[in-house]
């Protein structure tokens, strides 16, 4: 793969969200609050309570910590960072919960998915 390719995919995945309801489970998983988080990324503790609502999308430097954050909290707790996928989305109505893990990657290490 060219340096470019390598450098877009680096963009992709770096600010790469999970869905709000995994986001907040991820912070409560290691007990923080939400003025804990706001304070680490530099934003007020409303802009993460929208955030974890699904209210309000970061913008691209907050983004890119909170992804940070978010993926280093999944490495210590993986079973908080499963989303679940309702029955709809199965084909033919399978009738089972598909269970996707947030897809993260390691610098150095192995990612989960």
Known sequence: ??????????????????????????????????????????????????WEAGLAQPHRGNRRAYAHLLRRLAVKHPNAAIEEV??????????????RRLHHRIRGGVGVT
């Not at 907040?24 to 939400?34: D, E, S, Y």
């Not at 309702?86 to 269970?99: M, S, Y």
């Open 1 to 50: 793969m060219s340096d470019p390719l390598r450098r877009i995919d680096a963009l992709v995945e770096e600010d790469t969200l999970p869905t709000p309801q995994v986001r907040q489970r991820l912070r409560l998983a290691v007990g923080l609050t939400q003025t804990e988080v706001a304070e680490a990324i530099g934003v007020k503790r409303l802009a993460v309570a929208r």
């Open 86 to 99: 309702p029955d709809e989305e199965w084909p033919l109505g399978l009738g089972r919960i598909r269970v």
